[in-house]
């Protein structure tokens, strides 16, 4: 059965809330001494997406997002350089600039959602390797994102480049209602399990 637009749209939404909710819930039942040492370090399994030298792109979690903090420190210690999102205004295409140290939260500023990004003066990056929050994933990689779309209109002109998603295992949905701009994630973090590489 094919669904029109406006079905898929309000499915999304649909389903948006009630991971939100099992994220929520899954997150605050977290033991918070458990919490602090998840996501620290990528899997070892990830090496062969991740070259040497390779720019990664990073997301800084918001609310109950999967954090990337531990991965950040990992990868500027082990000489790559890090990028997050950057946005010149509402409504820019999303770019990438380097965060210099995950350490500094100096290097950041506000940026036009509330976020932080990298100041305006950091260099622009085009990551060789993306990390990407989600709502939902499945088994085989499929993602389901906040529906702003910054992230799918970046991948559709960087197709080369893996992306990785990070989540709670609470995220991992049976089915999600799909459009033909969605397209598989190349692997699925959670704190227990590796989904992929695909």
Same mark, same amino acid.
């Given at each position: 059965? *094919?669904?029109?637009?406006?079905?898929?749209?309000?499915?999304? %939404?649909?389903?948006?809330?009630?991971?939100? /909710?099992?994220?929520?819930?899954?997150? +605050? %039942?977290?033991?918070?001494? !458990?919490?602090? $040492?998840?996501?620290?370090?990528?899997?070892?399994?990830?090496?062969?997406?991740?070259?040497?030298?390779?720019? !990664?792109?990073?997301?800084?979690?918001?609310?109950?997002? %999967?954090?990337?903090?531990?991965?950040?420190?990992?990868?500027?210690? +082990?000489?790559?350089?890090?990028?997050?999102?950057?946005?010149?205004?509402r409504g820019a295409p999303m770019e990438f600039r380097h965060w210099a140290s995950?350490?500094?939260?100096?290097?950041?500023?506000?940026?036009?959602?509330? +976020?932080?990004?990298?100041?305006?003066?950091?260099?622009? &990056?085009?990551?060789?390797?993306?990390?990407?929050? $989600? !709502?939902?994933? *499945? /088994?085989?990689?499929?993602?389901?994102?906040?529906?702003?779309?910054?992230?799918?209109?970046?991948?559709?002109?960087?197709?080369?480049?893996? %992306?990785?998603?990070?989540?709670?295992?609470?995220? &991992?949905?049976?089915?999600?209602?799909?459009?033909?701009?969605?397209?598989?994630?190349?692997?699925?973090? *959670?704190?227990?399990?590796?989904?992929?590489?695909?």
């Amino acid at each position: 059965m *094919t669904l029109e637009p406006t079905d898929i749209a309000s499915a999304k %939404a649909a389903q948006r809330k009630a991971l939100r /909710a099992a994220r929520r819930d899954h997150v +605050a %039942a977290l033991d918070p001494r !458990i919490k602090a $040492l998840l996501f620290m370090r990528p899997p070892a399994a990830l090496g062969a997406l991740i070259p040497d030298g390779a720019k !990664i792109g990073l997301y800084l979690a918001i609310g109950d997002e %999967a954090p990337t903090h531990g991965y950040a420190r990992h990868f500027h210690e +082990a000489g790559h350089k890090v990028a997050l999102p950057f946005f010149a205004e509402r409504g820019a295409p999303m770019e990438f600039r380097h965060w210099a140290s995950p350490y500094l939260n100096e290097l950041l500023e506000p940026d036009p959602y509330g +976020a932080r990004q990298p100041l305006a003066d950091a260099e622009t &990056l085009v990551p060789d390797v993306l990390f990407v929050p $989600l !709502i939902g994933f *499945t /088994a085989k990689g499929m993602r389901l994102g906040q529906g702003g779309g910054h992230y799918d209109r970046w991948l559709a002109k960087h197709p080369q480049t893996p %992306a990785i998603g990070m989540a709670w295992d609470s995220q &991992l949905a049976e089915n999600l209602p799909l459009e033909a701009h969605d397209k598989p994630l190349s692997a699925v973090v *959670t704190p227990t399990r590796l989904y992929g590489p695909f």
